[in-house]
């Protein structure tokens, strides 16, 4: 009889996960710097791995939640393959923010997820009730979304962040909404601009504290980080709710992905390098650069020092620790 070893992307995406956060929620002075305020663990309606996840630099919170994961063989089918054959394991995770509603982004979010994020499915903490989180529409409060791509072990990832600049929705015949005497009020004129919502920008904030929280849990800083953009849509959304996209030159969704791994063989840096390029050029995006250095990465794109830096630093949990940092001599 011969045994396989049963492997499954979910839960060593969701192991990676806990560990990173762990990592960064033991230890206070190292929860502080990096940002986080607080997190919470559930499971989405289909059971699947879910966190909340609560940032000093914002009001509102964050879900993360893992949709789907695959094996990637040398065949590159998603089967299942023995173990020697796995070239690597791949999950997604679907990014949403919950503004608070006196938070400027409340504004930005369609009139009907205004309506839910301020409707009993929201409890006290901002975030969905049990019941609000099963309820709520796929598309609502929707920013971008990341993927873990893992090797072969937990220092040998590559991440990739992507999303729109902005999620824009137009709707055709305009919106009226009945209030509680059953009277019809205009909310929105025909053609109106219903949702505005930036999600490039609050994709990237979480996934460069995920980042940041990475390099802190496995001391490696990247070896590469690489950008490709591509022209996006909008949508326009009729009376029946049906939903059309319409490309748009103002509005471009780009993909950033950063690559951990120690190996040198110069054979395995080739290999991954051209992987790294391949994953970001996935879906016809246009490729701006790969690069090895942070002093290379124009303005714009910079990410923070903390992804170089972190692993060398020492976080010490209480005034009277005493770590690696200090020897005695």
Known sequence: MTVKKCVDP????????????QKA??????????????????????GLPQWYLWLSEKRGAYSLAIQEGRIVSNGNDGSYHDKDDI????????????????EDLF????????IFRMSPHFDSTGTPSFEGGRTMHDG???????????????????????????????????????????RFH????????????????????????????????????????????????????????NVRAVPDTGISESILGVSFFGNMEESIVKERHASFAQRLLSRDHRLIR????????????????????????HFHPHHEHVCSCYKDY
Request: charged share 25%.
């Open 10 to 21: 979910i839960v060593t995406a969701e192991t990676l996960l806990l560990e990173l956060f």
């Open 25 to 46: 929620f033991q230890n206070d002075a190292a929860r502080r710097h990096l940002g986080f305020s607080q997190i919470s663990q559930i499971s989405t309606s289909e």
């Open 87 to 102: 070239h690597a394991l791949e999950a997604r995770v679907l990014v949403r923010y919950f503004p608070h509603v006196d």
């Open 107 to 114: 504004e930005f979010l369609s009139c009907f997820e205004q």
């Open 140 to 182: 609502f409060f929707l920013a971008g979304q990341i993927h873990i791509v893992i090797y072969s072990s937990k220092s040998d990832i590559d991440f990739y962040c992507s999303a729109p600049n902005v999620w824009r929705d137009y709707r055709i015949d305009g919106l009226r909404l009945t209030d509680e005497k059953g």
């Open 186 to 241: 205009e909310v929105l004129a025909p053609a109106e601009l219903d949702r505005d919502f930036p999600g490039w920008d609050l994709t990237s904030f979480v996934f460069d504290k995920i980042i940041s929280a990475f390099c802190f849990l496995t001391s490696q800083a990247p070896r590469y980080t690489g950008l490709a953009t591509k022209p996006s849509f909008h949508y326009v959304i009729d009376a029946k709710q």
């Open 290 to 313: 790969i690069w090895q250095d942070r002093d290379d990465i124009p303005a714009g794109w910079k990410r923070p020092p903390e992804w170089w830096t972190i692993k060398d630093a």
